[in-house]
């Protein structure tokens, strides 16, 4: 049995991103993974499959607490896919529901945390779910309550708000989380991918990490989504992979909904440095100061 590696965000962070990169790696072959055949390597968490054989009865049969309890014996049978640790996306909050943990310690080796600046969320979650209005992702992001309920493909899941979903996963230091921030897997792709690399103990040399790297870019993954679709995608989302940059917000976002989001998640915002400098004066007076 492999144990699990959690490739963990909020939705629309680059946790995505994260496994086709490390995925490419693992493989070093001369061409680009399939992105639609990912799941078969790098399994989600979310998949019905793993948790329904542990069900005495159809899963919308079940109440919710039926339904947490299966968590467990799921995870585990992820790690009957092969020996090595395999990488698993995880959209949940590090937490519990009904008293059982959203991600199984027993059958776990530790995770990767990816962290994407809200003002840059709001717009991937918008062409994500195809909503009206920049002012609907804002409030999505802001709801505690937030998640996916069960579906014919898909188990619950629990995102929290962006605030609370980043601060579930990193708040309390933990050796065998490593956080890195999407803005600089933009800016430096090579550095920080091969500092993961590093972290997960993958041997790759500088010609492999800029070839895996390469194969993940965002060029190429419009591309494989143009020419063959992605099976991941949203139904109302026109593309999974938009534009794979940091501060677009900036071309799109009024003032007054930017200072919204500051003033919703000021605390985690300065923790990760995400408050612009022109933005300063938008901070909550009644909030307690960050802890960095």
């Known amino acids: 049995m492999g144990a699990l590696i959690w490739l963990a965000s909020y939705p629309k962070s680059g946790n995505t991103w994260m496994r086709i990169f490390l995925l490419n790696l693992l493989r070093d072959k001369d061409e680009p993974l399939d992105i639609n055949k990912m ?25 919710e607490p039926e339904i947490a309890r299966l968590l467990p014996a799921g995870h585990k049978r992820i790690t009957e ?24 310690a ?45 579906s014919r493909e898909r188990m ?15 708040e309390k230091a933990n050796p065998k989380i490593h956080v890195v921030k ?16 590093r972290i997960l103990g993958i041997p790759a040399n500088d010609e492999q990490i800029a070839r895996a790297t390469r194969f993940a870019s965002f ?28 501060g677009g917000w900036r071309e799109t976002l009024t003032r007054e909904q930017v200072e919204r989001i500051i003033a919703d998640h000021y605390v985690q915002m300065a923790r990760f440095g995400y408050i612009p400098d022109d933005y300063r004066d938008a901070i909550p007076k009644t909030s307690e100061a960050p802890t960095v």
Do not use: C
Request: hydrophobic content about 40%.
């Open 156 to 170: 619950p899941e629990f995102f929290r708000s962006w605030s609370g979903h980043v601060r579930s996963w990193t």
């Open 106 to 150: 027993a059958v776990s080796a530790g995770a990767v945390y990816i962290v994407r600046n809200p003002l840059d969320v709001v717009l991937s979650i918008r062409g994500h779910f195809g909503m009206p209005d920049i002012d609907r992702a804002i409030g999505y992001i802001a709801n505690e309550n937030m998640g996916a309920r069960l």
């Open 182 to 197: 999407y803005e600089d897997l933009v800016d430096a792709p090579n550095t920080h991918f091969a500092r993961i690399s």
């Open 39 to 63: 799941a078969s390597f790098s399994p989600m968490d979310a998949a019905r499959v793993w948790y329904e054989p542990f069900a005495s009865a159809p899963l919308e049969q079940l109440g």
């Open 219 to 246: 060029e190429q993954l419009q591309k494989q989504e143009a020419e063959h679709g992605f099976a991941e995608r949203a139904p109302n989302s026109d593309t999974f992979f938009r534009q794979g940059k940091s």
């Open 81 to 104: 896919l092969r020996p090595d640790p395999i990488l698993v996306k995880t959209h949940n909050f590090s937490g519990s529901w009904h008293g059982v943990p959203l991600q199984t």
